[in-house]
C-alpha cells in the first residue's frame, strides 16, 4: 500500500511559479516510479512527468518542457513539481500517482496504481 498526499498549489499570475510536492508513505519510496498527471474540467487526465525509482530517468510531457521539471528526494519520501512560465493553460488539478510496478516508468495512466487526492492549480491571464 501506498498513500499519497499532494501540496503546494494555489493561484498564481501567467508567468509565475509553484513546486508542487507530494509526500509517500507505505510502501519503500525508491522501491517505485512516480508521475505527476493533470485534468482540466472536461478533459482526460494527462501525463505531465515522470521519474524512475532513482531519478536517473525522467519523461517530461511535450506541452510542458523547459517549463517543468519533475525530481525526488528518496531520503524524503517526496517527489517535485516544479513550475515555471506557467500559463492559463495550465490550469488543472494536479495529481501524483505511484507506478510499482514498472521497472523505470510509464507513460500510461492505467500503469499506476496509487493516487493522491490532487491539488488545484490555477494560472490566471
Known amino acids: 500500500q501506498v498513500q499519497l498526499v499532494e501540496s503546494g498549489g494555489g493561484l498564481v499570475q501567467a508567468g509565475g511559479s509553484l513546486r508542487l510536492s507530494c509526500a509517500a508513505s507505505?510502501?519503500?519510496?525508491?522501491?517505485?516510479?512516480m508521475g505527476w498527471f493533470r485534468q482540466a474540467p472536461g478533459k482526460e487526465r494527462d501525463l505531465v512527468a515522470a521519474i524512475s525509482r532513482s531519478g536517473g530517468n525522467v519523461y517530461i510531457a511535450d506541452s510542458v518542457k523547459g517549463r517543468f521539471t519533475i525530481s525526488r528526494d528518496n531520503a524524503k519520501n517526496t517527489v517535485y513539481l516544479q513550475m515555471n512560465s506557467l500559463k492559463p493553460e495550465d490550469t488543472a488539478v494536479y495529481y501524483c500517482?505511484?507506478?510499482?510496478?514498472?521497472?523505470?516508468?510509464?507513460?500510461?495512466?492505467?500503469?499506476?496504481?496509487?493516487w493522491g487526492q490532487g491539488t488545484q492549480v490555477t494560472v490566471s491571464s
Open positions: 507505505g510502501r519503500t519510496f525508491s522501491s517505485y516510479a
Open positions: 500517482a505511484a507506478d510499482t510496478r514498472s521497472d523505470t516508468y510509464s507513460r500510461f495512466r492505467a500503469a499506476y496504481d496509487y
